[in-house]
């Protein structure tokens, strides 16, 4: 899964096939709607004694030289979540559009509480419901069934910070630009209901991934307010300009906790060669989003890696570069609600938000920052 997104620093070779824009129906063929056939039965816990993987240890390397100088003491306990994958937690994201009967309380029966306050629609994070478990347990992922919708989608909870931060409304127009395997596009259908949400992808196979997690998901109701294209995200800015009210770039990055395992030093060493190419990409798909979304919209930038040069580099990199853009912070509420379960590092520069991992409290790593463009 994270290796193809890894590898999207090669994103000028990819083989690029634009389809267009593919409104109420976007799987040929699918149906989707509440089913009346019976349930599955309510999850049961599922331990994470998976095989043991092997580390690269070039990679290790790589990141002990870079992350002990840029993260400093807190590298240490980050690292020592991401060698032992056992520890790791998962996050149920409740999909409002399933039968989620009994859900809610057999979730806290296997020990899960929610990750944010009460949903409301006037608030932060508006209907969105997230369930995290105090140990590293998760619940099996659900099968794909034609014409039933999934009740939950399992990720880091860190992803939905991003999303949180865009702070959605209903009615508004969204594009989600780099938006396999789809997670974030599920959470920004779960905050509110967009006028608008275009979700894009431009390499093939991830992109028959993403309509196959929306088809999981999504009902008939909902997808006349759904596009998805299979286009570069680098030429939307200038063939959609001032579109959007808001954009999201979960920008493709070097995946640090897939990474870590990368199958021998030999594709270690490629990926660390091409992990070099990464914020030139990053860079051009944020100045992509910035030219599509309107004056006065947001747009916010994440990554799932510790890495300074993908994160705050970037992002210093278009404040210099582009006119008309300002740093907008995320808000206090929504900092010090997350904070109970989340851990941010001390960054400098303080560009952004970034959440590491320690035991415990195994999310991230997530960075986000959130821009604002003026004029």
Same mark, same amino acid.
């Given at each position: 899964m994270v290796l193809l997104r890894c590898l999207y620093g090669v994103y000028k070779s990819c083989r690029r096939r634009n389809i267009g824009c593919i409104r109420a129906g976007f799987c040929s063929g699918s149906v989707f709607r509440r089913s009346s056939e019976p349930q599955p039965q309510l999850p049961t816990r599922e331990s994470n004694s998976r095989p043991r993987r092997t580390v690269c240890q070039l990679v290790l390397d790589h990141f002990d030289f870079q992350y002990r100088e840029e993260l400093g003491e807190q590298w240490e306990s980050s690292r020592n979540v991401l060698l032992n994958p056992q520890c790791w937690q998962h996050g149920v994201l409740l999909n409002r559009y399933s039968d989620l009967t009994g859900l809610h309380t057999h979730l806290k029966s296997l020990g899960h509480c929610s990750l944010l306050p009460q949903p409301r629609a006037s608030s932060v994070h508006g209907l969105l419901q997230c369930f995290i478990p105090e140990q590293a347990v998760r619940l099996p992922t659900q099968r794909h069934r034609p014409g039933w919708l999934k009740q939950y989608y399992l990720l880091n909870?860190?992803?939905?910070?991003?999303?949180?931060?865009?702070?959605? @409304?209903?009615?508004?127009?969204?594009?989600?630009?780099?938006?396999? $395997?789809?997670?974030?596009?599920?959470?920004?259908? =779960? *905050?509110?209901?967009? /006028?608008?949400?275009?979700?894009?992808?431009?390499?093939? !196979? #991830?992109?028959?991934?993403?309509?196959?997690?929306?088809? +999981?998901? &999504? $009902?008939? !109701?909902?997808?006349? *307010?759904?596009?998805?294209?299979?286009?570069?995200?680098?030429? &939307?800015?200038? +063939?959609?300009?001032d579109k959007y009210d808001k954009v999201l770039v979960d920008a493709p990055c070097s995946n640090d906790r897939s990474w870590l395992y990368t199958p021998g030093d030999q594709q270690g060493a490629l990926w660390l060669k091409e992990r070099a190419q990464l914020p030139h990409l990053q860079k051009e798909l944020l100045c992509s989003a910035l030219s599509t979304v309107r004056p006065g919209g947001l747009v916010?930038?994440?990554?799932? *890696?510790?890495?300074?040069?993908?994160? =705050?580099?970037?992002?210093?990199?278009?404040?210099? !570069?582009? !006119?008309?853009?300002?740093?907008?912070?995320?808000?206090?509420?929504?900092? /010090? +609600?997350?904070?109970?379960?989340? *851990?941010?590092? #001390?960054? =400098?520069?303080?560009?952004?938000?970034? &959440?590491? $991992?320690? =035991? /415990?409290?195994?999310?991230? $790593?997530?960075?986000?920052? @959130?821009?604002?463009? &003026?004029?």
């Open positions: 909870a860190a992803s939905l910070l991003p999303v949180l931060a865009l702070g959605l @409304r209903d009615g508004e127009k969204v594009l989600d630009l780099c938006s396999a $395997p789809g997670g974030k596009a599920l959470a920004l259908l =779960q *905050t509110a209901s967009p /006028g608008l949400l275009h979700c894009n992808e431009v390499e093939e !196979s #991830r992109f028959e991934w993403l309509l196959k997690t929306l088809e +999981s998901y &999504i $009902p008939l !109701s909902v997808r006349d *307010t759904v596009t998805v294209t299979n286009v570069d995200g680098r030429t &939307i800015g200038s +063939s959609q300009p916010v930038y994440s990554t799932c *890696t510790f890495s300074r040069a993908e994160n =705050q580099s970037v992002v210093e990199e278009v404040l210099t !570069s582009c !006119s008309g853009v300002e740093l907008v912070d995320l808000e206090e509420e929504l900092i /010090g +609600s997350l904070s109970k379960h989340f *851990t941010f590092a #001390r960054l =400098q520069p303080p560009l952004g938000y970034l &959440i590491v $991992p320690e =035991q /415990g409290r195994t999310w991230g $790593p997530m960075f986000v920052c @959130r821009l604002r463009r &003026i004029y």
